[in-house]
């Protein structure tokens, strides 16, 4: 049986199964696109869930951490760019 933890998140990412989905893979669930997963992007440096986009709309003026460390990081980030979803198949 597969838990969250044992799912190996991109970058510093969260990763957990959708709670809409549940394990089902619903083609037409808009939070996770039938992956049956959801992604949650972190702090690039520090993995903190807690950052803001700095304009408050888009990644355009980047983003910070807000809870933990202070980083500052733009959308090209690597460490931002590697935190992606998997595909629906």
Do not use: F, K
């Not at 190996?8 to 990412?13: E, M």
């Not at 957990?16 to 089902?24: A, F, I, K, M």
């Not at 709309?57 to 983003?63: K, L, P, Y």
């Amino acid at each position: 049986m597969n838990h969250p933890a044992a799912l190996t998140p991109p970058g510093r990412a969260h990763v957990e199964r959708c709670p809409d989905c549940q394990n089902h893979r619903d083609p037409d669930c808009p939070d996770c696109g039938g992956t049956g997963l959801i992604v949650y992007r972190a702090c690039p440096r520090c993995g903190d869930l807690g950052w803001a986009y700095r304009n408050g709309r888009n990644d355009t003026a980047g983003m910070t951490c807000q809870l933990s460390c202070g980083y500052t990081w733009s959308a090209d980030d690597p460490g931002w760019m590697v935190q992606q979803g998997p595909t629906a198949a």
